[in-house]
């Protein structure tokens, strides 16, 4: 098997790459906004008789094979499709059980489902689920933890997943030990919609030198304050001329970023490693740099840290 199909398919977003098994170049792609939520509704709404919810999942999936397959010129009949994110969540495909902490990145142990192809739907199917702890939940990112994850590094490795839900996972050995959510991105977007301070920022595209000085005060006052009584110096920050509007937008991202990435610096680890894509990464890189001068943080893009854990498991289980 030379080439896979990847398909990482979000709450708000789908995409389907086509993908060589030896390089794990990107050969083809397609992506939209058929996300798992807008997929569950439209299934829930169809007219009798309805398909199966197995087989109208399929149907997207099938839809979207054939623009990559025009897009690409040649035939995938018959590729493994190796699909992470929320297909196997309660509004997915079909819901799968988490896989309980530790998780063992070598053997590879997360729970999946196989599903052979058939007339309809000529592909077949891996449906990769998510981890759980005692109190919190991934789907998605322990795929791209194990993209990243290296046997051969000893000690305690801190893993940080940038996004509307940020992910702080724990590896030890070769297990995930323990993970995090931090709701630093919806926090940051109801702030800035719907609180009080959304009259004291103003989005400006952009991130020059006088926003990083904006965003590293803000940084430095999430790691060191009440972060209740830290988020009002955003409009404090605006009557009282210390920063403009625009200046304010990053200070408040700043703000949040650093009172979430505050309890790390009290953690001794042997890497800290960056899954992150090309928005989110300027800022927690920066954030990263403030609060560990001395230590150079490692960034591994997060597409190609999914695609790489896709094919560790297709191989690990014999799909490629």
């Known amino acids: ?42 299934w829930q709404s169809q007219p009798e008789p309805a398909v199966t919810r197995a087989a109208f999942y399929q149907s997207i999936i099938a839809n979207a094979i054939q623009n990559l397959q025009a897009q690409y010129g040649k035939p995938l009949k018959n590729l493994p499709v190796v699909v992470s994110g929320m297909a196997s969540s ?3 495909m079909l819901e799968l059980p988490y896989k309980e902490l530790p998780v063992n990145l070598l053997e590879m142990n ?24 005692n109190d919190d939940v991934i789907r998605g990112e322990e795929t791209k933890i194990a993209g990243c994850f290296n046997s051969n590094e000893d000690g305690k490795h801190l893993f940080i997943i940038p996004g509307t839900h940020t992910k702080h996972a724990v590896i030890e050995g070769n297990y995930i030990v323990s993970f995090s959510t931090y709701m630093t991105g919806e926090i940051f977007h109801l702030l800035n919609a719907e ?7 103003e989005e400006v595209a952009g991130f020059d030198q006088q926003h990083k ?27 009282f001329n210390k920063f403009n ?14 009172h979430e990435l505050k309890e790390t610096i009290n953690e001794e680890y042997e890497s800290i ?8 990464e300027p800022y927690y890189l920066a954030a990263l740099e403030i609060l560990y001068p001395s230590r150079t943080i490692q960034t591994i893009d997060s597409d190609v840290a999914l695609i790489q854990g896709q094919l560790k498991l297709a191989k690990a289980l014999y799909v490629i």
């Open 1 to 42: 098997m030379q080439t896979f199909l990847s398909c990482d398919w979000g709450t708000t977003n789908f995409r389907l790459r086509l993908v060589d098994v030896n390089t794990g170049s990107i050969l083809a792609e397609v992506a939209n906004g058929e996300g798992i939520q807008s997929t569950f509704n439209k």
């Open 90 to 92: 309660s509004i997915g």
């Open 110 to 133: 997360l729970e999946h489902l196989d599903m052979v192809a058939t007339e309809n739907f000529n592909h077949p199917l891996l449906i990769i689920s998510g981890i759980k702890s």
């Open 195 to 201: 609180s009080i301070l959304k009259n004291s920022i």
């Open 213 to 239: 000085k904006a965003f590293a005060s803000g940084v430095t006052t999430g790691k060191n304050s009440n972060i209740l009584q830290s988020l009002f110096t955003t409009r404090t920050n605006q009557l």
């Open 245 to 258: 509007k625009g200046e304010n937008y990053f200070y408040l991202s700043g703000l949040l970023i650093g």
């Open 273 to 280: 490693k960056l899954i992150c894509n090309k928005t989110f």
